[in-house]
């Protein structure tokens, strides 16, 4: 754990942390707490922009957990058990809150993302382990068909989703993978899935960037991560699962009566 911990902080532009950085439950505790400020702001919390702009934190370190949670799996098949099963539970309740409606096919909830990306993940593994002119082509075949098929499934940040996590992965190792992180949330939340434009005057110009540029402040918390995972308590882990569809159900439910009052 030790030596996992300093290689990590080698990796990351903080190589001195006096407190000890933190560990992977803080880090989940603090991408709920901008996840639940952004979904409110969509529910019921209109105008408070701030409130989405904190929200646009949570999905890269979402995103950042799950590779780390499938490098440290012992059992990548209870792992993937696990997200379908909250999945499937969140889907009801997620197309409610985003449509109003019990079945909506045409936007599929953040942890189908996942499952993807946990696909997309496996055959990289695959490929490392030997990788022949043959393995590596069929690889990289797999992973497009993966990707085209985020976009295809209309999953929540689509291909740029499962491009994210992928990214986490494969640069895990890198001498200083915090410039390939940075440039790499950039290429994708510029370019690749920008989100909607934010105008700001200057000098009496309108000037407009997109809202996903500010999904770059979370590398700070995952800059700050130490490789530790916290404490082991399945309650615990299996509380930041459920509070998914959960906190969804709930937001809909006060929408609801703060509609109908």
């Known amino acids: 754990m030790v030596k996992e911990t300093l290689k990590r902080m080698q ?17 989940r505790f603090t991408a709920v707490i901008f996840m639940l400020l952004d979904h409110s702001w969509t529910a019921f ?24 949670g499938f490098i440290h799996t012992s059992d990548i ?5 696990r997200l379908l099963v909250f999945a499937l539970v969140s889907e009801i309740p997620f197309n409610v809150f985003c449509a109003s409606e019990i079945f909506f096919p045409h936007y599929q909830n953040i942890l189908f993302t996942f499952l993807l990306s946990i696909v997309a993940l496996e055959i990289v593994k695959t490929v490392k382990k030997d990788p022949t002119v043959l393995k590596v082509t069929m690889g990289f075949i797999g992973v497009a068909i993966v990707v085209i098929s985020a976009e295809i499934l209309k999953v929540d940040y689509g291909a740029a989703g499962v491009v994210t996590v992928l990214a986490f992965y494969l640069f895990r190792d890198f001498p200083c993978a915090f410039l390939a992180q940075f440039a790499t949330l950039f290429f994708v939340f510029v370019f690749l899935y920008p989100g909607r434009p934010v105008l700001f005057g200057f000098r009496g110009e309108i000037y407009s960037f997109p809202v996903q540029i500010f999904s770059l402040f979370s590398l ?3 800059w700050l991560y130490n490789g530790k995972k916290g404490k082991k308590n399945k309650a615990l882990q299996y509380g930041f699962y459920a509070f998914y569809p959960l906190h969804i159900a709930l937001l809909c439910v006060v929408r609801f009566v703060l509609n109908n009052v």
Do not use: C
């Open 220 to 222: 700070i918390f995952i």
């Open 11 to 27: 990796n990351t532009p903080f190589l001195k942390l006096p407190f000890g950085g933190i560990n992977a439950d803080f880090l």
């Open 45 to 68: 919390i209109p105008g408070n922009n701030w409130l989405n702009y904190l929200g646009r934190m949570a999905f890269p370190i979402f995103a950042f957990q799950i590779s780390e």
């Open 77 to 81: 098949k209870k792992y993937f058990l």
